[in-house]
């Protein structure tokens, strides 16, 4: 069963960008975030922090997975596709006024544009 193709093709677009925003995460890190943590005195908390910031990747990996799963399948099958949804965007809500407060506005497009997406093409 799957949606009509506006859906999928809504879905599909956001598990693309929710995978090619894995580079993009990954670049900044060792554009941005990597430098700036070398300036710091080395300590428990630098290393976690770098290493944390390369974890953030794998819910952009879940999140491609999951708009696959309901492209394929005509949206959400069960409690645990809402339940990862509703946390995955509330996160991504967080995430990015966090980045608003810091002054930083690229990743609002991936964190605020690939929930929606996906949003739009369960709701169609």
Known sequence: MSGSTLSTTLLYTAGFLASATVAGHTKMGFDLVFPALKKAPDSPG?????????????????????????????????????????????AQIWTGIAYIKAGIYEPLVPLWGIPTLAGAGLLL
């Open 46 to 90: 630098t290393r976690a922090a770098k290493i944390g910031w390369m974890e953030c990747n794998q819910g952009f990996v879940f999140m491609t997975l999951f708009c696959i799963k309901w492209a394929n399948t005509g949206g959400l099958t069960d409690t645990y596709d809402k339940a990862f949804l509703g946390i995955y965007s509330a």
